[in-house]
Every structure is written in structure tokens, then in C-alpha cells.
């Protein structure tokens, strides 16, 4: 639980979109601290490649409690290459139960570019329907955006890209610098 003493980070959204043989997760760049931006250019969105096996991750949440899930991710990846899906069950796990990580405060969208799982530190592996998942501050108006593309032309990208902007022009924790990866 935040401190209540502290204003609080906010300013993440954070989306992935499954479409056509390819996934994507998108992020935005702002951190803001209360009323205040702190930060405009963040990268919220890393490629990782564990034991050869590529894997994007985006987070939402304290940096350096994510920085530390995916560490964690990464190890979690190396000793089961190419199971993504244990890899996060196993992460999940130990954030739950373990003394340190159950304090971390983050969660974080992952893909190998087949699956695409919500990690939450309540324990949750989820895999969303509508092949669409968002977190974050913005992250239910990213995921309404996105919902309502799905059945339209657009691509994974474009799709991620148009439910960004939404986001950033609805939410005052989003802002339009977007960093963008993708598999498939």
C-alpha cells in the first residue's frame, strides 16, 4: 500500500494489442509526481531476450520496483527458456509470497509474441480476452480505444498507437511520447 504521507507517482499507460501475427506494447513516456511532471521521456517499454527467446515487457507502477520484477522475469526466463507462461506463473509466486517482493508496487504487461499476460502483485498471471490488455493510469481508456479498433482495419501498431493518443488526451497522467516494441 502507498505511503499516504507521499503524493504518490502516477503517469503510466501501458497497452498490448494482439493482431494479425503480431503483438505490440506501447507506453507512454510521463511520470508525474502529485500535481507536478517530473519526467516526459520515460521508457516504460523493454526488449528482453532470456536464454535467446524473445520477450517485450512494459510496466506501470514504482521504476525501480519494476526494474526489480523484471530482473526477476529475466531469471525466471533463463532457468525455463521459452515458457513464458511458467516463467510469469513462477514470478507471480514469488512476489506474493516472498517478504521484499510482496511490497513492490507494479505491475507489468509481457509477451514472447504468442501469449500476452497482465502480471499483477496480487498473485494474478492473466490473459485478457479481446486479445487487448492496459495498465496504468490511463490504461482503461487506452483499453476501450483499442477494444473499439480491433474489428477496423488497423494493425496491432496503429491500433496501440490511436488508443495511446485517446488515452493521452483523456488522462492528465498520460502524455503522447510513445515507445512502441513488438514481436511477430
Known amino acids: 500500500m502507498a505511503d499516504p504521507a507521499s503524493p504518490g507517482w502516477h503517469g503510466t499507460t501501458i ?19 502529485g ?25 506501470a507502477g514504482s521504476t525501480a520496483d519494476a526494474f526489480t520484477l523484471l530482473e526477476r522475469l529475466e531469471a525466471r526466463l533463463e532457468s525455463a527458456p521459452g515458457q513464458l507462461a511458467r516463467a510469469c506463473v513462477e514470478l507471480a509466486k514469488d512476489w506474493r509470497m516472498d517478504k521484499y517482493l510482496r511490497n513492490l508496487e507494479a505491475m507489468l504487461i509481457v509477451t514472447d509474441g ?6 499483477t502483485g496480487a498473485g494474478d498471471v492473466l490473459e485478457p480476452e479481446h486479445d487487448v490488455a492496459a495498465i496504468g493510469s490511463g490504461g482503461m481508456y487506452a483499453l476501450a480505444a483499442a477494444r473499439a479498433l480491433m474489428d477496423g482495419e488497423l494493425d496491432a501498431e496503429a491500433i496501440a498507437r490511436r488508443a495511446m493518443a485517446i488515452a493521452a488526451e483523456i488522462c492528465v497522467y498520460t502524455n503522447g511520447e510513445v515507445t512502441v516494441e513488438g514481436i511477430g
Open 15 to 33: 497497452i498490448g494489442v494482439r493482431k494479425g501475427g503480431r503483438v505490440v506494447i506501447a507506453g507512454d513516456g510521463q511520470v508525474s509526481l
Open 35 to 59: 500535481q507536478t511532471v517530473i519526467k516526459g521521456t520515460a521508457r516504460k517499454v523493454r526488449r528482453l531476450a532470456p536464454g535467446g527467446h524473445e520477450v517485450v515487457a512494459g510496466f
Open 114 to 119: 504468442k501469449a500476452l499476460f497482465v502480471l
